[in-house]
Structures are given as C-alpha cells and as structure tokens.
C-alpha cells in the first residue's frame, strides 16, 4: 500500500494564490517520484479545508484529526504533510504546532524557527544575537515609540516601516519625508503589533537556497533579483506586467563576498535551527556591504522562484531531496 502524503495549501493569507501555485510544482515533483498518494488540500479563504482534485476543483470538505486521519466523506490516515504555504498559517508555525501535538510528520522548519524567521523584529534580534550584519533597525510596539522611528529617520534620511508579522512586501513602507513617517508606521500598525523601522540602503538583492542534503547544510551561490524601481512590492511580486527579473547566478560579486554571505546562510540555518529547506535573502549594497534581509522557512515554488532553480543549478535534484526527507521522516 501507497503511503499518503497531505499537501496542505493556501492558507488564506496574502500569499494564498502564490502557495496554490507552489503547490501544482510541488505535487507534480511528488507524482513523478511515485512512490505515494498525494491528497491536496487547501485551506481556504474561509478557513474551511478542502480536498483539491486534480483538475483543481474542490471535493469534500475535511479536517485533520488529532489521529493523524484527514476525515471527511471517507476517513484517510496520513503519514506525513508538507506544508506548502507561504505566511500565515505556515511560515508562521501554528500548522506545524498542530502537527508536533498529533505527532504527525512533515516537511520543513518547526514552530519555533518558523515563527522566529517570520517576525522581522524577532529575526534581527537574532540576526544581532549571531552577529550576523543586517541593516541599522529600531522596532516600536505602539505609537508612543514613534520618537525612536524619527531618530532613525533623522540619522538615515531614508527608511523602510515595515509590519513586523507580514510577507510579500504588505505592510512594507519606503519613507523618503518625516511628512510622510506618521502615517506610514499607523498603516503598518494596521498588520502587526510589532513595527520594525530600519535604514533604507541601495543594494542589488540577493538570494541563497539553503538546505539539507545527504546530511549536509548546503547554501548555493547567490541569485538575484533585478527589480528596476528598487522596491520588490507586492505588485513587482505577483503583476503578471511586473519589470522584475532574476539571475539563478547572480554576475560579477566578488568570490569573498559571496563566501561570507553563504557563510551567514549557513550560521543562520543552524543556529536558528531550520530544518530541510529555507531562502535566505541579502542586501549587497553599493558599498560593498553585506546585510542578511529576511529568511523565508517555505519559499516559494512557482515557474519564476527561484529556491528549487538554484538548487538544481547547484547540483542537486529536487526529486532525490524531497524523496529523501519523506523516507527519512514517513510513519
Ligand atoms: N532596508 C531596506 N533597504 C532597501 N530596500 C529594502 C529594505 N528593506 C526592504 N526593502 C525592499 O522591500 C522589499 C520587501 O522587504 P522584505 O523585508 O523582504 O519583506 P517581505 O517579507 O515582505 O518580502 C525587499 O525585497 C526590497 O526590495
Ligand atoms: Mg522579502
């Protein structure tokens, strides 16, 4: 008997449709291997889950039990999930807080990192901690603090409010005026309660995928990501009519500066202890400096991302590695 895999997507979050796409690679790479039965489901909008057929429309509604049984018309033992979601509930770790307590196996970081990477005040105080270089920060917990985000302007001239708890550039806001800082840290306080304010740098930004593979961290060369107007934004993100493109090689860095930032890949994997895949992002400014930006605990998988790109460019299957962490964690 096939053993049967939960591709859990969606999630409802502002990254939902991303995630849906993710997961089309991700079960196509879970097919191909073949060696499971793969039942999707998506969390939708309404929080309700739902079995995803395979010309995508919607069959019975479901629940996971605390006996690892997605129940429904039928009643179906899981033996591991991957949690193919980006943001909320995924990268946020609850999904995963769910799993530990029912001792259901899956793929990826466990609460803890997940939820560690996700906030962006959380992740530059270990960011800090591990004496890993990322751009000057302040963080205010409600608008009484605002005096600290106006010191910060007043040293940088630039800066980036951004929601703490928040993914794809949502709640993400470029201050080039004290005119414009008020409201920009009361939008931001519309999505987190936490609101990390940090210096504006010109940088090229970078992307390293990090993961295990025979039993090794491995963090590929940089990629990169050319967005013309600087600001990776939700609309440079997902717009079909987006002028961004990306490089799996990012050209002409310097060997040392590509070292040190796979080094702090690498640092960072461990020592907030990911588990099997992440993409770690960079700033190399103009300057030559190199700030680690944000860790993403379940990146994304659609024909443009690039984690599974740079992981094959690296000399790596995707199928063996996906193959690999099922074996090795599969009831
Ligand atoms: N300190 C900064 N200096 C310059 N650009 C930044 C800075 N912080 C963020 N950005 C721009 O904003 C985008 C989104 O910020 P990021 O922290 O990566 O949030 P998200 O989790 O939403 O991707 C980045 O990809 C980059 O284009
Ligand atoms: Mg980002």
Redesign the pocket.
């Known amino acids: 008997m096939k053993k049967n895999i939960l591709l859990l997507c969606g999630g409802g979050g502002t990254e939902h449709e991303v995630s849906l796409v993710s997961s089309k690679f991700i079960q196509q790479n879970l097919i191909d291997i073949g060696l499971y039965n793969v039942i999707k489901v998506e969390i939708c909008k309404d929080k309700v889950f739902r079995v995803v057929n395979a010309d995508d429309s919607y069959g019975d509604v479901v629940t996971l039990n605390f006996n690892r049984q997605l129940v429904g018309l039928k009643t179906i033992d899981i033996h591991i999930a991957v949690p193919c979601i980006h943001g909320p509930p995924g990268e946020t770790g609850e999904i995963q807080t769910f799993f530990e307590l029912t001792n259901l196996p899956y793929v990826g970081c466990g609460p803890e990192a997940s939820l560690n990477s996700f906030n962006?005040v959380t992740s530059k105080l270990w960011f800090n901690a591990l004496e890993i270089p990322n751009?000057p920060f302040e963080f205010l917990t409600d608008m009484e603090d605002k005096k600290r985000a106006y010191d910060l302007f007043d040293r940088y001239g630039k800066?980036?409010v951004?929601a703490a708890s928040?993914?794809?550039?949502?709640?993400?806001y470029?201050v080039f005026t004290k005119a414009e800082l008020d409201q920009a840290l009361i939008n931001a306080f519309q999505y987190s309660s936490y609101v990390l304010v940090?210096?504006?740098?010109?940088?090229r930004?970078l992307e390293i995928s990090t993961y295990e593979y025979d039993g090794a961290i491995i963090a590929t060369v940089p990629g990169e990501?050319h967005?013309p107007s600087?600001?990776?934004?939700?609309e440079?993100?997902y717009n079909p009519n987006s002028k961004t493109t990306t490089e799996i090689v990012a050209p002409e860095l310097p060997k040392e500066a590509i070292e040190k930032m796979r080094a702090y890949a690498i640092k960072a994997f461990s020592h907030l202890k990911l588990r099997h895949l992440s993409r770690i992002?960079f700033?190399y400014t103009d300057e030559g400096e190199i700030?680690l930006?944000?860790i993403?605990t379940f990146p994304g998988m659609t024909p443009i991302s690039m984690f599974p790109k740079m992981m094959e460019n690296n000399g790596h299957s995707f199928k063996k590695f996906f193959k690999d962490i099922i074996a090795k964690n599969i009831l």
Do not use: W
Request: glycine residues 6%; charged residues 30%; contains cysteine.
């Open positions: 962006k751009t800066i980036f951004k928040q993914g794809s550039s949502v709640g993400c470029q940090e210096k504006m740098v010109n940088a930004e990501i967005c600087k600001f990776y934004s939700y440079e993100k992002d700033f700030f930006n944000e993403n």
